[in-house]
């Protein structure tokens, strides 16, 4: 894929109110179609990485461009709008736990419908085709009117991927998506967010812990301490050293270079 900026970070900081550090002076290019791993020690940052990129935290300085508009500056229907081409999944998966899977795979369509449409759940037959086919693609189909709350970790999970998939964005930020998972369910929901990015082009951005699973689908590895980018590289040229250094606090430099 040709090489387009999706997401650009220009000398991005965030301080908390109480004067917590959570970047430092990030500068980074993610491009078009990249799948790229985040990886650091707890309190590195990673969160704050994602969330800043999305907004749900406002950064203190620098600025974020998503395919080319900042969204650190638009306001109103704009940022909505950008906000609708960034899907999130987040490590407990965010459903609406007593509503059906269907709905809940809906409301990736809610920032496309006025307010008062969805407030009175009226989805166009199109989407709940739709949604429906978007179960089908991470094996739920047979799931569609059990409640979210009776399904597995790993199956909830996949619910929030397949509400992405109708959301239809450009990006997907992943918050640690298998923290809470067994490692065969993880595997299933990488592959399924690993789906969305070869099968639909959508760049993805995930925090994750484990190292096997970042060398397993990681096309190129970031690594975070102390709110700073201390490595950058593709995959496989990543020697394990590098992770090992990340996860003892160091910067991920030394055997690298
Ligand atoms: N709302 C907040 N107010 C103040 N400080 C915060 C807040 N959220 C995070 N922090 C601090 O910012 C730093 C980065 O936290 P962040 O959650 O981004 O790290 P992380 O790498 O995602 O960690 P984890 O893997 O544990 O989720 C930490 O020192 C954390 O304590």
Redesign the pocket.
């Known amino acids: 894929m040709a090489d387009k900026p999706m997401i650009q970070l220009k000398d991005v900081s965030k301080v908390?109110?109480?004067g917590?550090?959570?970047l430092k002076d990030i500068k980074l290019t993610i491009n078009k179609g990249e799948f790229v791993v985040v990886v650091?020690?707890?309190?590195?940052?990673?969160?704050?990485?994602l969330?800043s990129i999305n907004r749900l935290h406002n950064i203190t300085s620098g600025d974020i461009l998503i395919d080319g508009k900042s969204i650190t500056k638009d306001k109103g229907k704009n940022l909505r709008n950008l906000r609708r081409d960034i899907g999130m999944i987040f490590q407990n998966f965010n459903l609406v736990k007593r509503s059906s899977v269907l709905r809940n795979v809906l409301v990736g369509r809610v920032a496309y419908y006025p307010t008062w449409k969805t407030t009175f759940n009226l989805f166009s037959k199109e989407d709940k085709q739709r949604a429906y086919e978007a179960l089908q693609k991470v094996d739920l189909a047979d799931k569609v009117y059990a409640r979210a709350d009776e399904l597995s970790g790993g199956q909830q999970q996949r619910v929030a991927i397949a509400r992405v998939l109708m959301q239809d964005p450009k990006i997907i930020l992943a918050?640690?998506p298998t923290a809470s998972l067994d490692p065969q369910t993880s595997i299933k929901v990488m592959d399924d967010l690993k789906m969305l990015n070869e099968k639909y082009g959508m760049t993805v951005l995930a925090?994750l812990?484990s190292v096997e699973l970042a060398r397993k689908f990681g096309q190129r590895v970031i690594g975070?301490r102390a709110?700073q980018v201390v490595y950058d590289g593709k995959m496989e040229d990543t020697p394990e050293s590098v992770f090992t250094d990340i996860y003892n606090g160091g910067d991920g430099n030394k055997e690298a270079k």
């Open positions: 908390y109110d109480n917590t550090v959570g650091g020690l707890s309190g590195a940052g990673k969160s704050t990485l969330r918050d640690e925090n812990h975070i709110g």
